[in-house]
């Protein structure tokens, strides 16, 4: 079975995404300048021709369906933490429906699982459930997988990466969302790990243009399908 439901998000099979959630992860305090904004992301993310915005359900209702935007798909997260209370044991609570994200005119949903974490079996149980209401709907289901939790020593070693490639591959993910992990021969067994699952590159926090440039062109030549960043794009340095 090889249902296409990333279709609406490739170009020439790679993919640019702009992640704009990091209001609800992390706080306004990841939102510098104008970013704190949702159109000027929104009209960041037309002007740059991306293939996807990353959005959660409030911004969507009240920023993009039914707008102009729409030209750009969308993903709309649909679980999601705030990280105030710092829990060693990371769950991330579904807030909205598979069927919700496709009124609100998403063309796949996305779903944080922490690999690791002591409520990881809930998680990988909800993407389950996710990924078959979404090929159902004719959505793309993309995982975001990060290794987290106490039993995790290494949160971005290459072989916990690699892991959580595999686990995005076996679990039915069309496409995964996961972190740097340190060089272009470790990412190439990650993606090795992934199959037929496509790799995204997620960011992380803001570091100086050069080096986010050369994780790039090292997760690009090591056969990702593409980057998924917010951050490095959105919260450009003022000094
Ligand atoms: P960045 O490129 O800014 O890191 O965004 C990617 C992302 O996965 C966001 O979608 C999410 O808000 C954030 O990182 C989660 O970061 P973390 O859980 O590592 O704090």
């Given at each position: 079975?090889n249902?296409?439901f990333?279709?609406?998000?490739l170009h ?5 995404f702009?992640?704009y959630?990091?209001?609800f992860e992390?706080?306004?305090?990841d939102l510098?300048?104008k970013?704190?904004d949702?159109?000027?992301?929104l009209?960041?993310a ?15 209702e009240?920023y993009?369906t039914g707008t ?6 969308l ?22 429906s598979v069927?919700?994200a ?9 779903y ?7 409520h990881e079996?809930?998680m990988l149980?909800d993407f ?6 979404a090929h159902?709907l004719?959505m793309a289901a993309?995982?975001?997988?990060y ?9 971005s ?6 892991y ?7 679990l ?11 060089s ?6 990650v993606?090795?790990a992934?199959?037929k699952?496509?790799v995204m ?8 243009d050069g ?6 062109e ?5 056969g990702a399908?593409?980057i ?12």
């Open positions: 079975m249902n296409n990333l279709q609406p998000f020439k099979e790679k993919a640019l702009l992640a959630d990091h209001g992390h706080g306004p305090k510098i300048g970013s704190i949702p159109e000027y992301i009209d960041l037309v002007k740059g021709g991306y293939a996807g915005i990353i959005l959660q359900k409030g911004i969507a009240k993009y102009k935007y729409q030209k750009v798909p993903v709309l997260k649909i679980n999601g933490k705030t990280n105030i209370s710092q829990i060693a044991e990371p769950y991330s609570p579904i807030n909205c069927e919700y496709k009124k609100l005119g998403a063309k796949a949903v996305g944080t699982i922490y690999l690791g974490s002591k079996g809930k149980e389950g459930k996710i990924q078959e209401q159902k004719k993309i995982a975001w997988i290794p987290r939790g106490s039993s995790v020593e290494d949160e070693s290459p072989e916990m990466t690699a959580a490639a595999r686990v995005g591959l076996e039915g993910a069309d496409m995964i969302k996961i972190k740097y992990c340190g272009e021969q470790t990412f190439q067994k993606i090795q992934a199959g699952t496509k590159l997620s960011g992380g926090p803001k570091v100086e080096e986010i440039l050369r994780i790039i090292s997760v690009m030549k090591a399908t593409g998924a960043v917010g951050r490095n794009v959105f919260n450009i340095k003022t000094h």
